[in-house]
T-cell receptor
């Protein structure tokens, strides 16, 4: 099975940097995804990690440590539109199912 | 390009009624899945399919049925609706494996279901 843990909510100022953590336990690991979900909308894909290290995509970066069962999403130069829930999802290598954490709500204030 | 299309967007049912939530994708994805999303619970997998004719249970399958007669369609059936099934339902699809390689899940816009 899979167990994915994320903190629930954080507030940050426009222009700042925020780090959202995700820890996971899984019987078989085959990739970790980060999604963004605005209130009342569907999740949208942000990033994917399968090997250890940092993946950078514009203002967003994601890091993975498989030995620690740990990932983080880094949001730089925060904008008001970044106010959303950020979901961590882990793919099980045995059955390829994608299990989601409960999400971390980020509120950006001026 | 339509992507993943879910219907209806909103639905109100009475306890005991049955209904089908429709999901269709036009990206030729092998993998399709249904999630429900409840406050404080995150997205929980109900059922999934890795291809036409193949379905399997997820984390919370009770009270739901699925079928996959074509690659494009993956309907979710509520057999006898209960208030506990009040939720937002998302259909999602991807290339095989639910994210094989770096192929992410593509989500529909969701169906907001209330059971009274």
């Amino acid at each position: 099975g899979q167990n994915i843990d994320q903190p629930t909510e954080m507030t940050a100022t426009e222009g700042a940097i925020v780090q959202i953590n995700c820890t996971y336990q899984t019987s078989g690991f085959n990739g970790l995804f980060w999604y963004q979900q605005h209130a009342g909308e569907a999740p949208t894909f942000l990033s994917y990690n399968v090997l250890d290290g940092l993946e950078e995509k514009g203002r967003f970066s994601s890091f993975l440590s498989r030995s620690k069962g740990y990932s983080y999403l880094l949001l730089k130069e925060l904008q008001m539109k970044d106010s959303a829930s950020y979901l961590c999802a882990v793919r099980d290598g045995g059955n390829n199912r994608l299990a989601f954490g409960k999400g971390n709500q980020v509120v950006v204030i001026p | 390009n339509a992507g993943v299309t879910q219907t209806p967007k909103f639905q109100v049912l009475k306890t005991g009624q049955s209904m089908t939530l429709q999901c269709a994708q036009d990206m030729n994805h092998e993998y399709m899945s249904w999630y429900r999303q409840d406050p404080g619970m995150g997205l929980r997998l109900i059922h999934y399919s890795v291809g036409a004719g193949i379905t399997d249970q997820g984390e919370v399958p009770n009270g739901y049925n699925v079928s996959r007669s074509t690659t494009e369609d993956f309907p979710l059936r509520l057999l006898s609706a209960a208030p506990s099934q009040t939720s937002v339902y998302f259909c999602a699809s991807s290339s095989i494996g639910g994210g094989q390689g770096n192929s992410p899940l593509h989500f529909g816009n969701g169906t907001r279901l209330t059971v009274t």
